[in-house]
């Protein structure tokens, strides 16, 4: 059971880093170098990891913007 909630616990903190990632990349234009990763398949994850990321910003800003509980400044 606490191996699980680790588990879980890491995994959304992963999500949230990629999310966090994302929002950078969003307002800066800066990105992590995916082409620095020499490991074919270890950039192909990493790559998906963004995606997830991104995916889960998407979501959140999708669903804020529907929520009386924010509004665009
Ligand atoms: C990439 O890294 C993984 C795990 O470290 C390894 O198993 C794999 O052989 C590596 N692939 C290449 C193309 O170097």
Redesign the pocket.
């Given at each position: 059971m606490t191996m699980i909630g680790k588990a879980v616990h890491i995994g959304v903190d992963l999500v949230l880093v990629s999310a966090f990632l994302a929002g950078v990349k969003r307002n800066t234009g800066l990105t992590v170098d995916l082409d620095q990763i020499e490991?074919?398949?270890?950039r192909y994850y990493s790559g998906k990891y963004l995606g997830v990321g991104e995916k889960v910003f998407d979501f959140s800003s999708a669903y804020f913007s529907s929520s009386d509980y924010f509004t665009r400044k």
């Open positions: 490991n074919e398949s270890v």
